[in-house]
């Protein structure tokens, strides 16, 4: 397992770049909230972390983590942030739903990368049972969601 020696909520303040002045929206899935909420918090809390102003971090619910494709596009468009977090979690069922939803999502978040100029980072955990997703968001394994802030920042900076 990739993440079964890291914990992923471990970062250097003093390596990360100066971020008071920028905006970040974070756009947070509602299905799996246990674990959702968990990603925000841990996103959040890094930004803040890292003199992020909170009037400076903007949040939009979706429903699923198929539709933070089109609000992370939506928010670019209307707020254009220096950074976008899109936050999900799919955790594999009974059927092949669970495929399809992690391609298009990871394929979509990509494609925004590729046609817009504001990065949206790729915070969505893909476990394959609710044991591994709590492990990733701020469980045994870090939060994965820290981690995406600190990409936030940086690729913000680029």
């Known amino acids: 397992m990739a993440t079964s020696n890291k914990n992923l909520s471990v970062y250097d303040k003093e390596a990360i770049p100066n971020a008071k002045a920028l905006r970040f929206g974070i756009v947070v899935s509602e299905w799996n909230a246990e674990i959702t909420e968990g990603l925000y918090t841990g996103a959040e809390s890094a930004l803040l972390d890292c003199g992020v102003k909170k009037d400076n971090i903007l ?3 979706v429903p699923g983590s198929f539709e933070l494709i089109f609000g992370c596009k939506k928010m670019i468009q209307e707020n254009n942030p220096d950074a976008i977090i899109a936050i999900g979690s799919v955790i594999r069922g009974e059927t092949k739903h669970f495929d399809f939803v992690c391609s298009a999502t990871a394929q ?6 590729v046609i817009t100029n504001t990065p949206v980072i790729f ?6 049972n609710l044991q591994q997703a709590k492990d990733r968001s701020g469980g045994k394994y870090g939060n994965k969601g820290i981690e995406a802030a600190i990409a936030a920042i940086k690729m913000a900076l680029l």
């Open 123 to 128: 915070c969505v955990l893909t476990d394959n």
């Open 59 to 61: 949040r939009w619910n």
């Open 108 to 113: 979509g978040i990509k494609d925004l990368n």
